[in-house]
């Protein structure tokens, strides 16, 4: 089991900037992913940003060059940092932790989801 436990978000006005943090603990496999997907109302859910345990990113196109995933050396804290935020950013994110057992794997092992923290930018 991983438990997550997010922090930040809140309101901003558009070209501001927040950061969410999520903290892993648990079973924690070595080779691993960490990520956030948002959620807005009427709208598909939307995976934004991963990080992978060796420390590749990637990133939805619609928060690229704003948007900022990393995470500390152990692993257990990633970071999302967004900047120049627009109204369209408003959305329920959730962090999300994969553990996988091998590099080859496509499927992970298994999946956590955090709480979920609001972001609103108001225009």
């Known amino acids: 089991q991983v438990k997550l436990v997010e922090s930040g978000g809140g309101s901003v006005q558009a070209g501001g900037s927040l950061k969410l943090s999520c903290i892993a603990s648990g079973t924690i496999f070595s080779i691993n992913a960490r990520g956030w997907y948002r959620q807005a109302p009427g709208k598909q859910r939307e995976l934004v940003a991963v990080?992978?345990?060796?420390?590749?990113?990637k990133y939805s196109d619609s928060v690229k060059g704003r948007f900022t995933i990393s995470r500390d050396s152990a692993g257990n804290t990633a970071t999302l940092q967004m900047n120049r935020l627009k109204p369209e950013d408003t959305a329920e994110y959730f962090c999300?932790?994969?553990?996988?057992?091998?590099?080859?794997?496509?499927?992970?092992?298994?999946?956590?989801w955090g709480q979920g923290t609001q972001v609103t930018v108001s225009s």
């Open positions: 990080i992978g345990s060796g420390g590749l990113t």
């Open positions: 999300v932790h994969w553990n996988y057992h091998s590099d080859d794997d496509v499927q992970p092992s298994d999946s956590y």
